[in-house]
């Protein structure tokens, strides 16, 4: 499989040697190095040093490459997010109305959203697809890397063997891709739309092909409720579509359930995990295949209690950051949801959240070389910020809305 760089060509080894001086460079972990010169030779990165007098220094902060763990990007030309008043399940209600109705056909979606993820100086997302069917849907992702998560939904039997099916060819048409970037993954959507029996198939499928696993998870309390009770706003939606089972509700269950069968998988997401508790967050700790997605502005969008991120990290989990669909976030900015995170945690700097956009989110998705500290011997590979104003300090910088990316045409 071969994977894209930041300027779309393919990784080769015949890079001219050149030297580059930024304001900024920025490694996760690591206290920033201002003022530094870095020379490449054939594509790696040969040394790191503080600029000379001499150097012209860009009024830039490199990262190394910006992650998306999680989106869906058939929402993407969506102009604004569906209102979120009434229940988590009334939103839903939207969506399904707007899959309906929508004009837009899905590969232009989806072409939209890779165009504004490359804007935003995403190199690598993980998206939520209901498709792709064939190998020209597959070109709507082209330009950059991204992990296919094939969306399954199936609360019934009836559904199951299809969906099972259509996974299958998915995991296949991936496999036999020649486009360069696409890996595939399997997404069952949440505990009320996807059947135990049908997760346990999937984790196997996802076993064999080798595969990372993405499932939505205690994200609402309704949904709490659902499996601890056996009632509540999900029970009524699911009676309401006619696929409710009263014996796969029968109260007493828990996300503990899910997270057992996810840490079977290679590796899986756990998308939101807003409402697990300690035990939970303590399994996860145990189970470094497992990985929490943190959407950060739709998280406040829906107003939850403060997300348990921090609590998280302190117990060892990895936790990412997704910035979900243009469903419930106004863009597809990995950038601005770090912002969020500055914002809301004034006591964070850049170097303690970088990771959960970079190297943590590759890793998440189980590639990690497509996001590596910018280190001498490594390949030179990264995303670039344009600095406001030069007088700003990082700091401040951090946590200005004018700070954007590059775009790739004015780096070279
Ligand atoms: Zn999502």
């Known amino acids: 499989m071969t994977f894209l760089r930041h300027d779309n060509r393919p990784f080769t080894a015949s890079d001219n040697s050149h030297r580059l001086s930024v304001r900024w460079l920025v490694n996760p972990g690591e206290h920033p190095r201002e003022n ?35 989106t869906h990007l058939e929402f993407s030309t969506l102009q604004q997010p569906f209102c979120v008043d009434g229940s988590f399940p009334d939103w839903i209600r939207r969506v399904l109305e707007w899959r309906n109705e929508t004009t837009d056909d899905q590969a232009s979606r989806i072409r939209s959203g890779v165009t504004e993820s490359r804007n935003a100086g995403v190199q690598l997302l993980g998206d939520i697809v209901t498709g792709p069917q064939n190998s020209t849907d597959l070109k709507s992702w082209q330009g950059i890397n991204a992990v296919l998560f094939r969306e399954v939904i199936a609360l019934t039997p009836a559904r199951a063997q299809s969906q099972l099916d259509e996974m299958l060819q998915h995991l296949k048409l991936c496999a036999a891709s020649q486009q360069p970037g696409i890996q595939a993954g399997i997404s069952p959507h949440a505990p009320y739309t996807v059947h135990p029996d049908v997760l346990q198939s999937l984790i196997q499928l996802a076993t064999q ?101 921090r609590k998280m990290q302190q117990a060892g989990v990895r936790v990412v950051l997704g910035t979900d669909g243009r469903s419930t976030n106004p863009d597809l900015s990995v950038l601005r949801e770090l912002q969020h995170i500055l914002t809301i945690n004034p006591d964070l700097d850049i170097s303690s959240v970088l990771h959960m956009a970079t190297t943590s989110a590759a890793t998440a998705l189980g590639l990690p070389a497509l996001s590596l500290p910018i280190r001498p011997g490594q390949p030179w590979h990264c995303t670039r910020l344009q600095l406001p104003s030069a007088a700003l300090s990082l700091t401040q910088a951090m946590r200005h809305p004018d700070l954007h990316p590059i775009a790739e045409s004015d780096q070279h």
Do not use: K
Not at 51 to 57: E, L, N, Q
Not at 279 to 284: D, E, K, T, V
């Open 209 to 309: 092909f080798h595969v990372p696993v993405a499932m939505h998870l205690a994200e609402t309390v309704d949904e709490i409720q659902l499996l601890r009770q056996g009632s509540g706003p999900f029970a009524n939606l699911l009676q309401q579509i006619g696929v409710w089972d009263p014996r796969l509700f029968p109260g007493h269950r828990d996300p503990q359930e899910q997270l057992e069968q996810l840490r079977q998988a290679p590796q899986a997401l756990v998308i939101h995990g807003n409402y697990l508790n300690e035990q939970h967050i303590a399994f996860l700790a145990r189970h470094p295949q497992l990985s929490v997605v943190y959407c950060p502005r739709t998280h406040a969008r829906f107003q939850h209690p403060t997300h348990p991120f």
């Open 36 to 70: 530094c010169c870095i020379t490449i030779e054939n594509g790696l990165v040969a040394d790191l040093r503080p600029c000379s007098s001499a150097d012209h220094i860009q009024p830039w902060i490199i990262f190394p490459p910006l992650v998306n763990a999680h």
